[in-house]
C-alpha cells in the first residue's frame, strides 16, 4: 500500500527520507547542508513550538530577540567553547563590498553574545534571576546532514538564565529537563531517558550537561533536548558581575537549555510506519479528517458533505479550532483520499458514506492501528476526543516497550561488543572511564555513553571496562 516508501527493513535511511517526502514536511535547500521546511513540516514545528512555549512562560521566563551575527573574538573569551564549536562555525569575513576589521561568526548558540549583554544588564542581585529565551535559528556546518536531525542551519528555542547562587542555577538546570522530559512524554509520546552526560559528551563549557536520550525504532539513540549548568565560566569569561546582599562583587551563576527540529526527526523515525508518517494527536495539527463519499455526485457534494461540516463543527469545539478537516476533494478516489491524510500522519479519518449516513454514524479508522469502529453521530465529539486521547496514550506506551525490549545489561567490554553487534539498542552497564576511555571504546564498537540516567543515580558497581570500583550506571549506544 505504501506508495513510493522503502520499506525499513529494506533501507531505514531512505525509509525516512521518503517519509519525510510524501508527507511533504521538508525539502532540500540550495545550499548543501540546508533545508527548507514546508508548510506541513512547518505547521508541526508550531504545535510543539506552542507547548514549550506556554511551559517556558509558566515557569516564569520572558522572550526576546539576540543578532544572529557574533564578533569572532567573543568565542575566543571562553576558550572550551570555541574549542568545541569551531570546526562547525561558518564565519562572515566581507561585507558591504569590503573586508570586515573582525570577522563575524553566524551563531552556532548564543551562549557569548548573551553573556555579553548580561554583562551590560545585572549590576545588583535585585536583576537575579534573569529568565530569558528565545526562538531562533542557528547554524553548524554539518559534514554528514539529515533532514530535521542535523541541517546546517535548524530552528531552536534557546535560554539562558543568569542566578544569584550556585544552588539556585543547579535548581533552574533540573527544572528545565524536568520541561522537556514532561512535553516529550505527554505531547510528543517520546519516552525519553533524562540523564548527566559524561565528560567527553558535555556541551562546551558547561560544568554539567542533562540530556534527555530516547531511542528510534532502528534502536539507535537521539539526543532530544538538552539543559546546561554553566557555573560561573561565562560569567568570567563576560564579567557578568553583581552586588549581593552584603553588598561584595560577585560573578553571576549561568545556565543554558535547547531543543530544536530535530524533535520532529524523533517523531518521525519513533511513530512512524511503511505507510507513511504518524503523529500523535496532541502535536498534530490536523488530528481529524472527515471525508464524505459517495458515487453519486449530487449525494456528495449534498448531505452527506453538509451532515459532514456539521459533525466537523460538533467535534472541533472540544478538540480545538482548526483540527478537523472536511475532506471535498471529489475529483480523487475514495482510496486516494484516504491515503492522502494516511501519508501525512493524521491521527484519526472519519468517513461518511452512504451507508453510515443511513444508519446515523461514522467509521472511525485509527492511523497508529488500523483499527476501525463505528461511532454515533450523537456525542461523537466526546468519543473522538477520547480515541485521539487513546491513540496518544497508545503511541507513548508502544515507543516505551520497544525501548525496555531492546535494553540490555552487561559486566564487561566482551560482552558489551556482542550485544551491540548481535542486538543493538540500548546497553545498560557500569561505568567509571575517562574522556580517553569514551574515545577508544566509540573507536571499537561506534557507541557512546548517552548518559547516566537519573533514576539509577544511587546505582554503583564495577566498570565493565576499565574494572574499577564505585562506577556509575550508564547507557551507551550508537546514535544520531
Known amino acids: 500500500m505504501a506508495r513510493n516508501i522503502t520499506s525499513r527493513q529494506q533501507d531505514y535511511s531512505q525509509w525516512y527520507l521518503d517519509v519525510i517526502k510524501v508527507a511533504e514536511l521538508a525539502d532540500y535547500a540550495p545550499v548543501r547542508g540546508c533545508m527548507v521546511i514546508r508548510p506541513t513540516g512547518y505547521s508541526v514545528w508550531e504545535e510543539i513550538q506552542q507547548v514549550f512555549d506556554r511551559a517556558f512562560k509558566e515557569t516564569g521566563h520572558v522572550n526576546a530577540y539576540f543578532p544572529v551575527l557574533i564578533p569572532s573574538s567573543f568565542l575566543e573569551k571562553e576558550a572550551e567553547h570555541v574549542e568545541g564549536f569551531s570546526p562547525e562555525c561558518a564565519v562572515v569575513t566581507h561585507a558591504g563590498g569590503e573586508e570586515l576589521e573582525e570577522p563575524l561568526v553566524v551563531r552556532p548558540t548564543s551562549e557569548t553574545v548573551i553573556g555579553h549583554m548580561y554583562s551590560k544588564w545585572i549590576q545588583s542581585w535585585r536583576d537575579l534571576p534573569l529568565l530569558i529565551n528565545q526562538w531562533a535559528n542557528v547554524m553548524r556546518w554539518e559534514k554528514r546532514p539529515r533532514l530535521f536531525l542535523r541541517t546546517s542551519e535548524f530552528l531552536w528555542q534557546e535560554g539562558h538564565t543568569a542566578h544569584a547562587s550556585k544552588e539556585e542555577a543547579i535548581e533552574e538546570t533540573e527544572r528545565m529537563l524536568e520541561v522537556y522530559r514532561r512535553i516529550m512524554t505527554d505531547y510528543l509520546a517520546l519516552p525519553v531517558v533524562p540523564g548527566v552526560k559524561s565528560e567527553g559528551e558535555r556541551f562546551p563549557g558547561a560544568e554539567e550537561t542533562y540530556t534527555t536520550e530516547t531511542m528510534m525504532s532502528d534502536m539507535k539513540a537521539l539526543q532530544a533536548g538538552t539543559s546546561h549548568f554553566l557555573g560561573q565560566n561565562f560569567s568570567k569569561a563576560f564579567n557578568i558581575q553583581f552586588q549581593n546582599k552584603k553588598e561584595a562583587m560577585e560573578y553571576a551563576w549561568t545556565t543554558s537549555w535547547g531543543v530544536s527540529t530535530r524533535l520532529i526527526g524523533a517523531v518521525i523515525m519513533t511513530h512512524s510506519d511503511d505507510d507513511g508518517l504518524i503523529l500523535p494527536p496532541r502535536i498534530a495539527p490536523t488530528k481529524v479528517a472527515l471525508l464524505p463519499i459517495s458515487k453519486d455526485e449530487t449525494m456528495a457534494t449534498g448531505p452527506l458533505l453538509s451532515k459532514a461540516r456539521e459533525l466537523a463543527g460538533k467535534i472541533e469545539s472540544v478538540i480545538g479550532d482548526r483540527t478537523i478537516v472536511v475532506d471535498d476533494q471529489f475529483h480523487m478516489r475514495p482510496g486516494d483520499r484516504f491515503f492522502y491524510h494516511l501519508q ?4 484519526l479519518r472519519l468517513e461518511l458514506g452512504e451507508k453510515e449516513f443511513e444508519k446515523g454514524t461514522v467509521r472511525a479508522v485509527r492511523r497508529d492501528t488500523g483499527e476501525k469502529i463505528d461511532l454515533p453521530w450523537d456525542g461523537i465529539e466526546t468519543k473522538v476526543h477520547e480515541l485521539l486521547e ?27 561488543k556482542k550485544t551491540l553487534d548481535k542486538k543493538g539498542g540500548f546497553i545498560k552497564t557500569y561505568f567509571a572511564g575517562t574522556k580517553d576511555d569514551e574515545k577508544a571504546i566509540k573507536e571499537a564498537t561506534g557507541a557512546t555513553v548517552r548518559c547516566f540516567p537519573l533514576e539509577d543515580k544511587d546505582a554503583r558497581g564495577k566498570c565493565f571496562f576499565t574494572g574499577k570500583g564505585d562506577a556509575r550506571m550508564a547507557i551507551f549506544a550508537k546514535s544520531y
Request: hydrophobic fraction near 30%.
Open 344 to 347: 501525512k500522519g493524521v491521527p
Open 390 to 416: 487513546t491513540i496518544q496514550e497508545d503511541l507513548l506506551n508502544k515507543a516505551r516497550s520497544f525501548r525496555e525490549m531492546n535494553t540490555h545489561e552487561v559486566s564487561d567490554f566482551d560482552d558489551f
